[in-house]
């Protein structure tokens, strides 16, 4: 039983690793930021979930990649949510939401307060961009792209958004 259970375990731990949740190094700094495989993991959600999830591509080499999480739909209606997050160096962050959820819903889910008026739109790397507030004082764009919504929200200056927007379209 006790084999069966460090099999059960290791297993875990692999897919852990592959999906990016779980870290490994040696970093004695209690302070330091999470790290991420964000460009990793969203080569591997394209590979995997058979959708057209787009990798950015030119993206700042002093953006540290902070997150990445997959949440794959049930087929019960709830659709699948691809994230990835960077710090930039000023120490805000920004993410690439993309998922299979309408844009509309996508926002509402995002932002947590359905039927906030849109702000315009924003165009970057060729792309128009809806703009909506955000939760705190937060941003967030979002678009239709396919069959997939793409959304990036943060407290990150309009120029790093217009930087990941651009490496969006680059990378479509």
């Known amino acids: 039983m006790a084999a069966a259970v460090a099999v059960l375990v290791g297993g875990l ?9 779980l870290g490994v190094g040696n970093s004695t700094d209690d302070a330091a930021a999470p790290a991420a495989d964000a460009i990793g993991g969203l080569e591997r959600a ?8 787009v990798v950015p591509n030119g993206l700042p080499s002093n953006w540290q990649a902070n997150s990445f999480q997959v949440s794959a739909s049930t087929g019960a209606g709830d ?9 930039t160096p000023d120490g805000r962050f920004v993410s690439l939401v ?9 926002v509402t889910a995002e932002i947590v307060t359905p039927g ?19 939760l705190r004082d937060e941003v967030v764009w979002v678009r239709a792209a396919g069959p997939l919504s ?3 929200t ?13 490496a969006v379209a680059v990378g479509s």
């Open 13 to 21: 731990v692999v897919v852990l690793l592959l999906m990016g949740q």
């Open 46 to 53: 394209k590979a995997e979930l058979g959708l057209p999830v």
């Open 79 to 87: 659709p699948t949510v691809v994230r990835a997050g960077w710090l």
């Open 98 to 106: 993309q998922s299979t959820a309408s844009p509309g819903d996508l």
């Open 116 to 134: 906030s008026a849109d702000r315009g739109t924003a165009t970057a790397g060729g792309l128009e961009w809806q703009v909506y507030p955000g």
């Open 150 to 152: 793409q959304l990036i």
């Open 154 to 166: 943060g407290s990150a200056s309009e120029s790093d958004f217009q930087v990941l927007a651009a």
